[in-house]
């Protein structure tokens, strides 16, 4: 089986569709990790979060919770949290929803109830934004897991895979490595294959 790997899609559903396409995504025999920031700064985070959620009640994918997506849930109970969203291109998500309010409820809903934090197998935790050195996973802050820009060594045993931070191309670090490189400001979208680390990138 391999895992397929991909961060911070930002609303680029172009990119999204084309990179699975591209790494011949089978969901029968491959097991698709998405690690957070489906929504803001891209063209349509609308057709992403349908996409996601597609993916993972079809095909059994694994959806973790980027820092934008979590401003984009508690934006609706959260004063603070939206004033942080819209300065974090919220103005991006709203436009590509129009008038469709009661989409961008369920999607915030659906969203909440079926993102993790975290998902771990023997060789690998997979996160946002990464973990703070020398804490088990399952201590780690979730302020954490969401926002940091940690590259020093992690210490688990386990080799760290996250996106958050933009690099040129997939940079490893000790024992984490990061897969965001850069879509929504002109990058590329990357996918990760493990455990080959064969890569797939969509300019």
Request: glycine residues 8%.
């Amino acid at each position: 089986m391999r895992y397929l790997v991909v961060s911070d899609i930002h609303g680029e559903i172009d990119k999204f569709e084309s990179l699975l396409a591209k790494a011949s995504y089978e969901p029968e025999k491959d097991q698709l990790i998405l690690l957070g920031d489906y929504v803001d700064r891209g063209p349509n985070s609308r057709a992403v979060v349908k996409k996601v959620k597609q993916l993972v009640e079809e095909d059994g994918a694994i959806a973790l919770k980027g820092n934008h997506d979590d401003l984009f849930i508690r934006a609706k109970y959260e004063e603070v949290a939206m004033e942080l969203w819209k300065i974090n291109g919220a103005s991006s998500t709203i436009k590509s929803y129009g008038s469709n309010i009661e989409e961008v409820k369920e999607h915030q809903e659906w969203l909440k109830d079926n993102l993790s934090l975290y998902y771990e197998t023997e060789e690998y935790i997979f996160v946002h934004a990464g973990l703070e050195p020398g804490i088990p996973v399952e201590q780690q802050e979730e302020e954490i897991m969401l926002w940091t820009r940690n590259t020093a060594k992690v210490g688990l045993g386990k080799t760290v895979v996250h996106g958050h931070t933009p690099v040129r191309e997939i940079s490893y670090y000790e024992d984490q490595v990061d897969i965001d490189t850069g879509a929504v400001y002109g990058g590329k979208l990357t996918l990760l294959e493990l455990p080959t680390h064969e890569v797939y990138t969509v300019s």
